[in-house]
């Protein structure tokens, strides 16, 4: 499983857009770019997925060169409640299959402040 | 949004004793894993389960750990003899074939 590095921490205001970039040099062909985010005592949460290029949803996009060494949650007007730790894991597409277990790093703590 | 349950959200055990932690998963889903975090680490991985078996454990899963689906609904794990180094939130998660993992929000085990 490919190695992922990300800062352990970020400081961002209320309103603001954040940019958290996770490097995977070794990333593999087979490998997605998952990110998850979670609030003290709870479960991590998934926030996006992607493969390659841009994804976006509701809730914030992911940037993915073409390399794909390195990807970059974007996470648009934060608020207070988007404090958290946010992990990004790379691992193989078969997530849900025998080689599906998750690999998780200390993560990005990311603190929103009014 | 279904979600996966845990119960329950506490458990406070002797050391020594057995201890259940249960899991309803979300409906359809297919595969089954557990994963714990010590106070101010990382989430680790437990173990995966898919077809009523074992798919894939880490070192952490050892004899004294085991794993059940004993319906179509609950996931349970359990700690034999439980230790001091037990304690730890215990995260149970589901997925579909090929799909992220959702996870729920954890049973806090204190063991005394």
């Known amino acids: 499983l490919a190695k992922t590095t990300q800062p352990i921490s970020m400081d961002s205001y209320e309103g603001q857009e954040v940019n958290i970039t996770c490097s995977h040099n070794n990333i593999a062909t087979n490998d997605y770019i998952t990110w998850y985010q979670q609030f003290p005592s709870q479960g991590p949460r998934f926030i996006i997925q992607g493969y390659k290029t841009k994804v976006t949803n509701e809730v914030a996009s992911l940037f993915i060169p073409a390399d794909r060494k390195s990807s970059t949650l974007s996470l648009p007007r934060v608020s207070l409640s988007d404090t958290a730790v946010y992990y990004c894991l790379v691992g193989d597409v078969g997530y849900g299959g025998s080689q599906g277990n998750l690999i998780f790093g200390k993560g990005t703590k990311l603190s929103v402040k009014p | 949004e279904p979600e996966v349950t845990q119960t329950p959200s506490h458990q406070v055990t002797q050391m020594g004793q057995e201890v259940i932690l249960r899991c309803v998963p979300i409906s359809n889903h297919l595969y089954f894993y557990w994963y714990r975090q010590i106070l101010g680490q990382k989430v680790e991985f437990l173990v995966s389960?898919?077809?009523?078996?074992?798919?894939?454990k880490s070192e952490i899963f050892d004899d004294q750990f085991s794993v059940e689906r004993p319906d179509g609904s609950n996931f349970t794990l359990k700690i034999r003899s439980t230790k001091l180094e037990d304690s730890a939130m215990y995260f149970c998660a589901s997925s579909l074939q090929d799909q992220p993992q959702h996870f729920g929000d954890g049973t806090r085990l204190s063991i005394l």
């Open positions: 389960f898919y077809n009523n078996e074992i798919s894939e």
